[in-house]
């Protein structure tokens, strides 16, 4: 059975060193553009929450780091993501390649947007 995790620390501090980096600067970048934010574990993976809702889910796993759920970006952000998609809400960047994290923070800043224009409806 999987581990368990009461914080999103505990979750990151469980990896290799190489993968706890990376869901380090992950974290800081989805941070960065949603300062406050609230995190919590859910579905035994980091997320965070915006305006009581769950927001945006990341996890490593053994061959790529996934950022969930993405829903279909403006145009021009979503030709960057395109190479990364896979399915239809899931971005997964593989540990073959180094993790854009200047999209990485691009996707979050969409997100959050995207999540408060959903509150306003």
Request: charged fraction near 25%; charge should be neutral.
């Amino acid at each position: 059975m999987p581990e368990k995790f009461a914080t999103v620390e505990e979750y990151i501090a469980s990896f290799a060193p190489e993968t706890r980096e990376i869901l380090e600067r992950v974290r800081d970048a989805i941070r960065s553009q949603a300062p406050g934010a609230e995190e919590k574990i859910r579905y035994d993976m980091p997320a965070v929450v915006l305006g009581g809702r769950y927001a945006i889910h990341y996890a490593a796993w053994k061959k790529h780091l996934g950022i969930y759920p993405v829903a279909t970006a403006p145009e021009e952000l979503e030709r960057e993501i395109a190479p990364f998609r896979s399915g239809k809400d899931s971005v997964n960047f593989p540990h073959s390649t180094p993790v854009p994290i200047d999209l990485v923070e691009r996707i979050a800043a969409f997100l959050v947007r995207h999540h408060a224009g959903a509150q306003q409806r």
